[in-house]
Structure formats: C-alpha cells, structure tokens
C-alpha cells in the first residue's frame, strides 16, 4: 500500500492504478473500525483498486465540537488498510488541503438544513467542500460512504449531481448498510468516548429506536411515537434528544404516510458524546 500526504504525488499514483481497473474511494476521518472496513470490503468487491483517504476535516467541525480530541491513529490504521488489500491510502495534512488563501466554500441547500444541520450549523457546508475537494483529487471512479450518516449521503449525492462530478469524475456513489455492535449500537469512532456506564446505557438508542417503529407500525401516530422515543431515552440515561424524526428517507422531505422509504432519524447525547442513528420504518 502507498501512503501519499502531497497532491503532487497523489495523481500520478492513481492514474497508474486507473491504468489497469477502476478505482474505488473510501472517504473517513480514521480511528478506523469494522463499520470502515466494511466501506473498504465492499469497495474492493466493487473495484480493481481501493483507495481510502483519512482526513480530519477541521471545516465540519463547529467551533465548540471535537475537533482536537477527535482520535489519530494513523499508524494503526495505516496496518488495518494494509491487510485489507487497500492500494492507496491519501492522508494530507489540513495544510494540503486548505493552504493558505483557500477561500471556496460548498454548500448544498435544504437537505443540509434540517437534523444534523440544524444541530451542527455548518457542517454539511464542511461536508461537501472537503469530499467535493476529495474527488476532484482522486478521481475514482466510484465512492462508498454509510447510511449511519444518511444525510451526509443524501448531501454528497446532491452535490456530485450538482456539481457534474458523477460523470466523468465518479460513476456512481455507494450507500453501505450500517455496521452494528452486538447489542444494535451503530458502530462510530465516537463510540471510544463513552465510559463503560455510558456505552452499556447507549444501546438504548437502536433498542427504543425499534419499539418507537413498532409502534408506528401498530398505529401510533409518528409524532406520538417520537415524543415517547424522546422520553424512553431520556429514562434510560441519555441527557437529551437533539433530534427524533420521520422523514422521507430520499430527499428528507416530512414523511408522506404512504411512503415507503420513510426512516427515524435520531441524534442523542450522552456523558457528553453525540450519537446519531437511522432505521427504515417498515
Ligand atoms: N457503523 C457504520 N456502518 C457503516 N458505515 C459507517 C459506520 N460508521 C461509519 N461509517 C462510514 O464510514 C465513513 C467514514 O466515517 P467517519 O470516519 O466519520 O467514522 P465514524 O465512525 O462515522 O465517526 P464519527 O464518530 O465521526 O461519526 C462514513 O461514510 C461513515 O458513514
Ligand atoms: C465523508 C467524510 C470523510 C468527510 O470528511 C466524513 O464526514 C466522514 O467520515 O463521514
Ligand atoms: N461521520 C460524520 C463525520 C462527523 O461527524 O463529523
């Protein structure tokens, strides 16, 4: 695997592989899990070549977020990628990325604004300039990102419509189905700032996420149903709820009672981490 941190060496080292296959892009901001992997595996099957990038993109964290604390391992990572076959692992430093007088900002309106926009004002603006920047400097010619960040995805597809970079830069964008622990917690990198107390209580989350579904199923009014989600996690340890919500799973529009890509949506704190998950509602 080549371990590339200047742009310079980046696109002759991927137009080398394009020569032989195509490429696949994984995008992360490392502390790598099996969530990633998971990205990386479906990639390879995918693709000829994989090539994963690990970048902490100070640009979608707000002011008062994790930013510094955010883990680096990017030894341990650098073995994970490794032993999965990766070819290309692009880590730049934010210098590379924004160097002085960088002054372009990408922002894809309303589906940026609700849920965890509206918690985390900016993000999604962060979201689409660094992976916009992230195409534009590997050209895959696929990329893969999980549904446990729906809106992101809902986001880059937006953006890469947009913006004309779907073709020729990247044939087609894959949603990954969420990689889970085995109590249901969706696997997450800020999962490692949980105490012990704190992760046990958090598999509340998908726990009361599948009964408040259930209930909608049998008839409960969804916004009945995620006024008690609300609670029920509250009762079982989170400090509070940013955002419970129905809404069309495609476009995030409100949920249309006959749709069937409706999903919930939650983000809930707890012992200060931020934790966010989606489900289909069936
Ligand atoms: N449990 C998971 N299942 C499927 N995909 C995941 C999972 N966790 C992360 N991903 C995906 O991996 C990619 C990189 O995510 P990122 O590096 O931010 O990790 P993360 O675990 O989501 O971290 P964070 O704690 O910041 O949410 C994203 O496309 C993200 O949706
Ligand atoms: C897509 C991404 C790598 C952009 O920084 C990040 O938001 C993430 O890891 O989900
Ligand atoms: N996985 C999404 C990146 C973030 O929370 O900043």
Redesign the pocket.
């Known amino acids: 695997m080549q371990t590339i941190t200047h742009l310079a060496e980046l696109r002759p080292a991927t137009r080398a592989l394009q020569t032989t296959g195509k490429l696949a892009l994984v995008?992360?901001?490392?502390a790598l899990?099996d969530?990633?992997l998971?990205?990386v595996r479906e990639a390879r099957n995918a693709a000829a070549h994989v090539a994963v990038s690990i970048f902490v993109n100070p640009r979608q964290f707000g002011a008062n977020e994790d930013l510094d604390a955010y883990p680096r391992q990017l030894q341990r990572d650098a073995t994970l990628l490794e032993d999965e076959g990766v070819a290309l692992l692009w880590a730049p430093s934010p210098d590379e990325v924004y160097p002085t007088g960088y002054a372009t900002n990408v922002s894809v309106a309303g589906i940026s604004e609700g849920l965890c926009g509206s918690d985390r004002p900016g993000h999604f603006d962060g979201v689409a300039t660094v992976v916009c920047k992230l195409f534009n400097q590997v050209r895959p010619d696929m990329a893969f990102?999980?549904?446990?960040?729906w809106q992101?995805l809902v986001v880059i597809r937006r953006m890469a419509e947009d913006l004309d970079l779907t073709e020729p830069h990247v044939d087609s964008i894959h949603g990954?189905p969420?990689?889970r622990e085995p109590d249901g917690l969706?696997?997450?990198?800020?999962n490692a700032y949980l105490s012990p107390e704190n992760r046990n209580a958090a598999a509340a989350l998908p726990r009361e996420m599948r009964e408040a579904i259930r209930r909608v199923a049998e008839g409960q009014a969804a916004s009945s149903a995620t006024r008690d989600l609300r609670s029920r996690l509250i009762n079982a340890g989170f400090d509070s709820v940013d955002y419970a919500e129905i809404r069309n799973g495609a476009d995030l529009a409100p949920a249309n009672n006959a749709a069937a890509v409706n999903r919930l949506f939650v983000a809930a704190r707890i012992g200060g981490t931020r934790l966010i998950d989606n489900m289909p509602i069936i």
């Open positions: 995008p992360t901001m490392g899990h969530g990633h998971k990205l990102f999980g549904e446990k960040d992101q990954v969420i990689v969706a696997m997450s990198s800020r």
